[in-house]
């Protein structure tokens, strides 16, 4: 019994089935790159804004006991 050999015909068109598989492959990696890459640039985005907003929040609140302390020192204790 012969054993069946590939022709050239059959092993081009392997390889040709190969190289697309490849190249598909690294397009979709691309495209996870990028996207990857968008969804990291908008969560660091908003943790910037969050963190602005914190430091706000902060600044507030040591305004506020800033405030609360300088009334209690200088005016907390009024005659009636």
Do not use: H, N, Y
């Amino acid at each position: 019994m012969a054993t069946a050999r590939p022709s050239a015909r059959t092993t081009s068109a392997d390889e040709m089935t190969s190289e697309e598989l490849g190249k598909f492959t690294a397009s979709l990696l691309e495209q996870m790159q990028g996207r990857f890459q968008t969804m990291s640039d908008a969560i660091i985005t908003k943790i910037d804004e969050m963190s602005e907003r914190i430091d706000e929040l902060e600044r507030g609140v040591r305004e506020i006991a800033s405030e609360t302390a300088g009334r209690d020192e200088g005016g907390g204790k009024r005659a009636g």
